[in-house]
């Protein structure tokens, strides 16, 4: 005899008992753009609609809409007035992150405030550290000594969590030591551990204003291809001492997220990048899909597939869906 699966399907009540991943606003974390201006500013951006590059008290006041739908968890990027060779602008106690995490945890002391810890949005070549004339690409040692400084900058201004996005070999090894000897052996740190070279971002480097001036970052991201070495950069991350893995993309590379998962029992975060949000957004515009519908399914997947955190720019839009159904 065949097994009657609608049975368990029919009623409402009963599919919403049995069902397996669920979504909640605790599974978000929020990108926020802080640009270093005068005054009030907020620019939406053309290429994803909804996100806004945010003076420093703009973002505080996001923070507030933040709270209110149940949103406790922010991720933060830089967007200095001058950009140089070394991101010197990320290396200063008075650069715009380090006044954003003062400010907003100054308004917000419960916001749980995350640095992205990188410097392609700081140098004027767009690349994520210093770089090495002779191979064309990043020279990976000397960026791990700014890094540290960087790390120590954020970790004094008060900031929550750090996250290396930079994908240098050694990288966690190396802030970890910093971390331990400067007195914060308790902050944590949330490795961008498998960051694939990816054609998603097209839309970030608009608002955080971060394309590479040459090349591409092929010699220190993944490739795509690689499934073993994901799943190897990640391991190496969480022997070096993160306390959280990730993957990035989401969308392309659920099979990572749940290779993973399975292969570690650190928390998972996935960003679900921007290039994945505004497909969306265009596909929503178009009236070829159900926004909403779609968007929830989207990050239901990402749950499904293993993570543990999604870190996405629809977290407001999905905040207000599930404030409705509750």
């Known amino acids: 005899m065949f097994k009657r699966f609608r049975r368990l399907r029919i009623n409402p009540v009963l599919r919403d008992l049995l069902t397996e991943t669920k979504l909640s606003t605790d599974d978000f974390i929020y990108p926020l753009f802080i640009k270093d201006v005068e005054g009030s500013f907020k620019k939406e951006i053309d290429s994803m609609p909804g996100v806004f590059q945010l003076s ?3 973002a505080t006041k996001e923070c507030d809409e933040l709270k209110s739908l149940g949103l406790n968890s922010i991720i933060l990027f830089g967007i200095p007035k ?3 060779s070394i991101g010197s602008d990320a290396l200063c106690e008075h650069g715009i992150i380090s006044k954003a995490i003062r400010e907003i945890k100054k308004a917000h002391p419960d916001m749980f405030v995350i640095s992205d810890l990188c410097f392609c949005e700081y140098t004027d070549h ?8 002779k191979i064309e690409s990043v ?5 791990l000594e700014i890094l540290g400084k960087q790390a120590l900058i954020h970790a004094k201004a008060g900031v929550d969590m750090i996250a290396p996005s930079g994908m240098m070999d050694g990288m966690i090894e190396s802030l ?8 914060y052996e308790n902050l944590p740190i949330m490795s961008y551990s498998t960051k694939f070279a990816s054609a998603y971002y097209g839309p970030f480097r608009d608002v955080a204003e971060s394309s590479p001036s040459f090349g591409d970052r092929r010699s220190y991201q993944m490739n795509p291809a690689n499934r073993d070495e994901a799943i190897l950069e ?5 022997k070096e001492g993160a306390d959280i893995l990730m993957v990035k993309p989401a969308l392309a590379y659920l099979d990572i997220i749940r290779d993973i998962k399975n ?6 975060a996935v960003y679900n990048v921007s290039g994945e949000y505004s497909m969306l957004k265009v596909a929503g515009k178009a009236g070829v899909i159900d926004y909403d519908r779609v968007m929830m399914e989207t990050l239901l997947a990402f749950k499904r597939a293993g993570a543990d955190i999604i870190i996405t720019y629809h977290a407001k839009e999905a905040a207000k869906i599930l ?3 509750k």
Do not use: M, Q
């Open 176 to 183: 970890r030591a910093t971390l331990d000897k400067n007195g």
């Open 263 to 268: 292969s570690s029992k650190l928390p998972l």
């Open 126 to 133: 767009g690349h994520c550290g210093i770089l090495d004339n």
């Open 234 to 238: 990640s391991l190496e991350d969480e």
């Open 139 to 143: 020279n990976n040692d000397a960026t």
């Open 56 to 58: 420093t008290d703009e």
């Open 82 to 84: 001058v950009k140089d």
């Open 323 to 325: 404030k409705e159904v």
